[in-house]
């Protein structure tokens, strides 16, 4: 196992862009044992395809499935704290530690006020997250960009679980992200998100002027995941 | 490794008072490979003396150091929800799956709304965790007892991690939360914390009636905490 | 202004069961001149058939209905804090000052950690505030009775703005909640709440053992609220 | 009474820079009776030197000190709703028709999440309420002028209330700030706070670039409010 872990801090290195970034959330399909099943079937894909998978388990999960994959491994939340007394949050160092590469920040379902954004963003950078703050709409993609992330997921929260893409139902939300995020800080990398169930939603997400996409349900309660990721890596090429 | 999962699971069942929780906060001395050090070290005192020790180390370490260890390992903290869409937050069943056996819950560093507690009481009893409820003073104490948690640790948040036990410093606090929380609810247990940092400490809140204490920097910021946890584990006994 | 004021200070010890209490929460129906005119049609009920009726409106319309009522108006929320450095939240003692005989606490839309209702019944009884603290089932009314508020109202959250009333779909959540509240401090008030419209709703809550109801909507976004309020007040009486 | 107000609405159109915006926060010293006092003060100051001065009292007393002063009157929070289910929150529609004509957003003592100051300044916006959202630092100031608020005022929590103005201790804080928000978006107007108790403070203030102050303590709890404003007001003239 330490040998794997090795191996993969080199792997993990190479996040790159198209990015499909797979939040499990507390899916009972994505939690335990299942955790590390479905991060193996993205490692699979990833391998087959050469498209960057990465996977977003509970923090619980993020030890066993990092040990478990070469993939990147992502946590869904890091609290803005240093080392010391704060009894049940989520500690960026022990998030790296325990084999994460990179954090989500901000899920529509994990809202955070601004200051501690900042400062999320700030530890992740110290501890050598990637990070990537999830937004709702295009003023708070600017916002956040103003921040300096890694990168940026935009997710109309109205849509997210709904399986209807954003890249269809609101499109400008994807292009107006883009444009805005890129003209405060150009190195920031914007995903979008909620509703993409399908091939054709990545295709039309990247076709918008994404760099990726976050999704959580599409794959995660999918009757076959690996199948789904399968067409989703392939859409990345249809590019 | 799954036949010590196995064993522990059934060690686990011997929850025994007097107990003490070393709550392993998110110090630096209590994170990733230093968690599982200190958790054995807390086994192995466990071990030597038959004293109940248990450990609470973060949500992202509870999985290796439940795979190490056969004591008793807790959540710091637990969502009050049920599988699905809850990015971010700390289910009940992966906490459980991970390994642990029981969870603070509304620790002063992460308080929760009282509809919250409930319910998270309900689901750690519904997936079979241990459920120690966190106060901070006895009437506080008497009305999370109405909850029926299996526990009730009550702290004086000024006195934590100052060094000055509370069974010293305001030794009616804790008599009268013992009265309070056994006069609503008798099975619940009580323990005591904050500032707890010698076996002088832990017997004087075994004398004030608890059945145990939950302590943190006295055990895991200590020079060396095998000493102290061994002095810990004397003191219970001389009751 | 002054007179009117000294005035309803004495009427305002008045507070009676059975109680109507009504919610204004942050209805177009029940801001600013129109909290003012309803709760004139509140007092109007109230000095016609003897019943007491008491208003609830935001914080900002305390002052302008207080000082133009005489029946008790309430704040729908205090924060447990003393004067000082709190931007932004609701001190006690100005909430009195502004007019208010009782307020409020831990509404299902403003649910508080349980050291802050706590620490609010508190305050609200230093300043010489009515404490009503709201909760949503029978284990969480009896974790509130433990400590001490005037009032407890019981208010099934799904139910709230159904027009179902709980009277009618879980009367026994408001019996048990009557028997576990009187259990542990047989002085607190109980009220119900959640989907009451009609005076039969008002009558069936009575013959269940409440002391009175919390409404919002039934009143306040009734097409007539002064004829719902009469019907009410009427039903109070067959008991 | 409501002449005063038509007049006021007049008035209040008149926010002009320099501002000098005095956030009563939930002090003794600002609290009702007090507060409109406080409010006096500032309005004989700013009649008697033609400095705009603006008072933020807590939401029980804008309707009073509206009612009372000619001077603009902000809120110290709102939250992003709308008129609906709210109980104990801060309606925009609430505050503006009880006399207000801005409203502080995101203080220090009352974070927003990120979403929630997107959305308060524009429900803000919406109704008619001049929006100041306070910012901790650089990259959050420039973070909040992409959401396009009115003003943004910059205070460093370390030092407010310490009477150490951030105009001293930290110029650099302020002058990146005014840079950062203004290539963002050049119509926001940044005004700095934290630790401002004379005159030479504001005008080191203005001299940074800011275009105003926000504070609180240092003219609340001052032994003689009028007499600090006034040297205030002549502090904005010696730029």
Chains 1, 2, 3, 4 share one sequence.
Not at 97 to 115: D, F
């Amino acid at each position: 196992m330490v040998m794997r872990r090795l191996k993969s801090v080199v792997r993990l290195n190479e996040i790159r862009t198209p990015i499909v970034i797979v939040n499990f959330k507390t899916y009972a399909e994505g939690t335990g044992k299942k955790a590390v099943d479905l991060a193996k079937s993205a490692a699979k894909v990833s391998s087959e395809t050469g498209v960057c998978f990465a996977v977003a388990p509970q923090s619980v999960d993020v030890y066993a499935v990092a040990n478990s994959v070469d993939i990147p491994v992502f946590a869904q939340h890091i609290d803005p704290i240093t080392p010391g007394s704060h009894t049940g949050h989520v500690l960026p160092e022990a998030v790296k530690e325990a084999g994460a590469v990179g954090t989500l920040i901000n899920h529509s379902e994990r809202r955070l006020r601004l200051a501690d954004i900042d400062a999320a963003v700030t530890r992740a950078r110290e501890v050598g997250l990637v990070s990537v703050v999830c937004t709702n709409n295009t003023s708070v993609s600017a916002s956040a960009a103003a921040l300096a992330p890694n990168m940026i997921a935009v997710e109309p929260p109205e849509l997210i679980g709904t399986g209807i893409p954003v890249s269809k139902a609101q499109p400008e939300v994807v292009t107006n992200t883009v444009d805005s995020v890129k003209r405060i800080n150009r190195n920031v990398i914007v995903l979008c998100g909620a509703g993409i169930t399908s091939g054709e939603d990545v295709a039309a997400a990247l076709k918008l002027g994404t760099q990726g996409v976050l999704v959580a349900s599409g794959i995660v309660k999918a009757k076959d995941p690996y199948k789904v990721m399968l067409e989703f890596a392939e859409a990345t090429n249809k590019r």
